[in-house]
C-alpha cells in the first residue's frame, strides 16, 4: 500500500499551526566538502526536538472524537513517543508510551513530563509492541506507529514539499533511514514534484532493518544493537503495510555508516553548524564528509532530531572514540 500526494497535502492543512515550518539554510562548509550547494533542513528545531512532531500530530488531529477519548498508544524507541505525548496532550487526550529498555532515560524523562505514562517493557521494539497490542485489544486504545500509517508518513512528506518549495534546485536529498516513514513520505512529495530527484536513504551498519529488508525482498527481523544512532534502531514489522514497498519503488540508494563516522559528523555538526545532533540527525553530514554520496548538483539533507543525551554528546565532541564509549557503558 502506498500514501498519495494529495494525503500529504491535506496533512500540511492539518498540521500547519501545529509544529513548525522549520528554517532551510545553505550550508557553506557542507558545500565545500561536497563541492556542490547543500542545504540543510532544520527538523531538529522542532518542539519536541524531532520531525516525528508531525507525522504524529497529524495522525491525532485525524482521528475521530471517539477514538481520541479511548486514549492513544505507541511504541517508540524515543522521538515517536515523545512526539505522540505532545500531540496527545494538545489534542487533549490520555497517551501511554511503550518503549524497551535500551532507551536512553532522558527520553523517557522527556515523555513523562508532557503528562503521559512511560511503560518501559523488554528489550526489543518488537516486545513494546506486544503491550501496545494488549492495550488496544483489551483497553480500546487507539494505536498510533511510529512510521508504518497512511496518516504519520503523510505527515513526514510535508517536510519534501517545503524542502523544494525554500530550494527548488535541489537533485538529491539525503534522507536518514529505519523505519521509513521519513523517507518515504519525502521521496512521495518530492518525486510528484520534481520527478526525476534522486532520493538517498543512510542507516547505521548495526542493524539496519530496511537495508536488510530491500536485499531480502521482504520485511525480514534484525538484531538491534546499541548504536549513536538510537533513533535509527528498531525492525521496520513483518506486517510491513506501507513504508517497505514505498521505499523499494522510491528510494534510489541506501548508504549505510559505522559508529566512527556517525560520531564525527556529529562533531561536525556542532563544530561548523553550531547545532546539537543526535547520531541518527548527522547521517545526511556524514555521507557527505565521508564521500560515501556523490554529487553532481545541489542537494538537501534533513537534520532530523536534536535529542542526544548531553553528556554523552559532550564525550563525543572531546573526541572519544564511539566503540570505546560502548564498552564503559556495558562494563
Ligand atoms: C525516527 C527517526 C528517524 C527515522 O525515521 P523513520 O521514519 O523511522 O525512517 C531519523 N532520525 C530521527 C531523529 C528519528 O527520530
Redesign the pocket.
Known sequence: MSVSFSEILSARRRIAGSVLRTPQRLSPALSRMAGTAVHIKCEHQQATG???LRGATNAVLALSQQERAAGITGAS????GRALAHAAKAAEARAVICMSRLVPKNKVRAIEMLGAEARIIGNSQDDAQKEVDRLVREEGMTMVP??DMANVIAG?GTIGIEMLEDAPEIETLLV????????AGIAKAAKTLKPEIRIIGISMQRGAAMDESLKAGRPVAVEELPTLAD??GGGIGLENRF?FEMVRDLVDEVILLDETEIAAAVRTGYFEEAEIL?G??AVGIAAIATGKVSLAGPAGIVL??R?IDLQLHRRIINGEDPDLMKERDNG
Not at 524507541?77 to 515517536?80: C, D, E, S
Request: hydrophobic share 30%; charged share 5%.
Open positions: 524531532s520531525f516525528k524507541t524515543g522521538n515517536h511510529p512510521f513526514q536518514p533511514l529505519s523505519g521509513g516513514g521519513l523517507i533513533s535509527l513504508t543526535e541518527a540527525a532530523s532530531g535529542n
